[in-house]
Structures are given as structure tokens and as C-alpha cells.
């Protein structure tokens, strides 16, 4: 190595960087790591949904077929809790249509026997008390 | 003038470990990033990022000579990409002025001050390419083929590039300075 080359190797030796430049750089590594979700998708057991062709890892096909049995079996009782609450809430309704059927039909009766019982009391009156202006009363065609 | 790191350095991605990284290898970092910039800022702001993509990436990196090869190639590459996107113009050598003013004698001295700072600028000054590969060459201390490696180019490549630079260096310090006498 040449005299000028040493002078070129003497100017650009190394310099260290300003204080705290080391700290700066772990306070944005640490923020980065917070910022990230833990467990990342690539290190926990999730990661053995991803990719579930690849022929790699035995578990995935156990795996997607457990998630698969799991949503049937969850529709299923899904369905069957659904038409259970359904069947139920329709006893309730025919219940209650059967009540109000019987309260009506128990107000229609006595609606009825009050208007016999009017019926009735009218015709009594019509015979004690005949209508003054249905004709001429037996004295006034006698008198005539 | 790689340091020896520990075999396990790059095996675990602690946080710990990582500022063990950090602290090994700032100045290699940021002397390279400020020697090609010549903007203390931007170097540490340079330096920064390249640690942070080091961060992300040390679960890839199999070994402590992978980690400093990565190093030098992510930071090399950043810098001319840096110097791309903020369009700097490039200064000839023959278009920098003359060091007038300063009173220098010609029979220099080991680690001349004058003649050290007039090497800095002369050296920013060079084109991206050349400049960079002076600076793996004189602040690392690397051969032309593990340059070529960084830059992925030829090596042959790199002989040519750093003797012309070493020529232009040599040439102005000369008009400028005096010439450089025990230069062999």
C-alpha cells in the first residue's frame, strides 16, 4: 500500500456516530416490537392453517378437517336451538289466541243475554202501555 | 477489519442480542453512510433504517460474517439509492475548488489534518459508484472481490474503477497540496 493510500486509509477511518445512536435504535426496535401482534401468525399454532394444501405438515389436514366437523356440528345446534325457540314462542302465540277466543266468546254471551234481557222488557211495556199514536183508542170511537 | 462477533450472534433475536449487534457494528454503519453523504443527519437517519431493516431481518441471517456482509450491502445499496432519489449533482473532481488559503507544506506528515480533511472532501465528491467502492476499500479495508460481491459486480470491474478513482484522488491532491513524495 502506497504513502497516499495510508493518508486515504488515515481520513476515512471509521467514526463513531453521535451519543445515543445505539439507544435510538433499540427505542424503534422496541416500538416496532409492541406494535406487532403477539403471538405473530408465523410462530404460533395458527400457522398450521396457513398454506393447508402444502403437503409439508402433517397436522393441517387433522386441522382443517377439526374446524370443518366443529362448524357443522355448531349449525346444527344452531338449527336445532333456532326451531326449538321457534316452536316454543309459537305455543305461546296459540295460547294466547286460545285466551283471548275464550275471553271474547264469554263477553259475546253476555252481550246476548242483555239483549234478550232488553227484548224481553220491552214487549212487557208494550202490552201494559199501547202506543198512543197506533190508531184511535176504543173510548174516542165510542164517542165518535 | 471485520471484529470478531460470537458464533450465536445472529441465532437469536432478542432484543438484547440485537443491541449487542448494534453497538458492534454502529460506526461501520454510519462512517460509511456519512463518508458517502457527507451530512451527518442524514447518515444517522441512513444508519437508523438500516438497523431497523436488520432488525426485521435477523431471523434470515444465519451467521455473525452474514450479518456484517448484509450490513455493508444494505447500507452501500441505501446510499446510492439516497443519492438517486435526492438527484445531488454530481461534481467532477476538476469542479471542486482548490484548497486556496490553506498553507501546506509538501513534505506531509502522517495523518496530516489538512491533507485529511482535503481527502474527505475529495473522496465525497467522487461518483456514487467510485466513491463508494474508495470507502469499502480505505474505511473497511475490503478487496476488490469482496466489493464486487457487496455490488454485485465484476471484480475486474472494481480494480479499474478504484484505480481511476485512486488516480483522480492522487492528481488533485497534487495540484492542490504538492505533491505527495513518498507516495510509493
Same mark, same amino acid.
Request: charged residues 10%.
Given at each position: 500500500m502506497t504513502r497516499f493510500e495510508d493518508e486515504l486509509k488515515n481520513a476515512l477511518r471509521r467514526q463513531a456516530p453521535p451519543d445515543g445512536f445505539a439507544d435510538r435504535v433499540l427505542a424503534r426496535a422496541a416500538e416496532q416490537d409492541s406494535r406487532q401482534?403477539? %403471538?405473530?401468525w408465523r410462530h404460533s399454532?395458527?400457522?398450521?392453517?396457513?398454506? %393447508?394444501?402444502?403437503?409439508?405438515?402433517?397436522?393441517r389436514w387433522a386441522a382443517v378437517a377439526a374446524v370443518a366437523v366443529g362448524m357443522i356440528v355448531g349449525g346444527v345446534h344452531y338449527r336445532n336451538v333456532h326451531v326449538q325457540r321457534e316452536r316454543a314462542q309459537g305455543e305461546a302465540a296459540k295460547a294466547q289466541l286460545l285466551l283471548a277466543l275464550r275471553i271474547a266468546g264469554g263477553k259475546l254471551q253476555l252481550a246476548k243475554a242483555r239483549v234478550d234481557q232488553i227484548n224481553s222488557g220491552q214487549v212487557n211495556s208494550d202490552q201494559r202501555h199501547p202506543d198512543p199514536n197506533s190508531g184511535p183508542t176504543a173510548n174516542q170511537q165510542e164517542r165518535e | 477489519m471485520a471484529e470478531p462477533v460470537p458464533a450465536e450472534e445472529a441465532a437469536d433475536v432478542t432484543l438484547g442480542d440485537f443491541a449487542e449487534i448494534v453497538r458492534r457494528h454502529q460506526s461501520m454503519v454510519f462512517s460509511t453512510a456519512l463518508r458517502f453523504l457527507a451530512d451527518p443527519p442524514a447518515a444517522e437517519e441512513l444508519a437508523q433504517d438500516v438497523f431497523m431493516q436488520l432488525h426485521a431481518k435477523?431471523?434470515?441471517?444465519?451467521s455473525p460474517e452474514h450479518v456484517v456482509f448484509w450490513l455493508r450491502k444494505v447500507t452501500s445499496h441505501r446510499c446510492i439509492d439516497r443519492l438517486r432519489r435526492s438527484r445531488m449533482p454530481q461534481v467532477s473532481l476538476d469542479d471542486l475548488p482548490d484548497?486556496?488559503?490553506?498553507?501546506?507544506?509538501?513534505d506531509l506528515q502522517p495523518a496530516d489534518p489538512f491533507l485529511s480533511r482535503r481527502l474527505k472532501q475529495l473522496v465525497a465528491s467522487l461518483p456514487a459508484k467510485a466513491r463508494l467502492m474508495v470507502i469499502l476499500r480505505y474505511q473497511e479495508d475490503l478487496s476488490a472481490e469482496d466489493i464486487a460481491g457487496i455490488l454485485d459486480m465484476p471484480a475486474a470491474t472494481v480494480k479499474s474503477h478504484l484505480q481511476r478513482a485512486l488516480a483522480m484522488l492522487r492528481d488533485k491532491v497534487v495540484s492542490t497540496m504538492g505533491e505527495v513524495r513518498s507516495d510509493k
Open positions: 401482534v403477539k %403471538p405473530s399454532w395458527l400457522r398450521i392453517f396457513a398454506q %393447508p394444501f402444502a403437503p409439508a405438515n402433517p397436522f | 435477523l431471523n434470515t441471517l444465519k484548497s486556496a488559503g490553506l498553507e501546506l507544506s509538501t
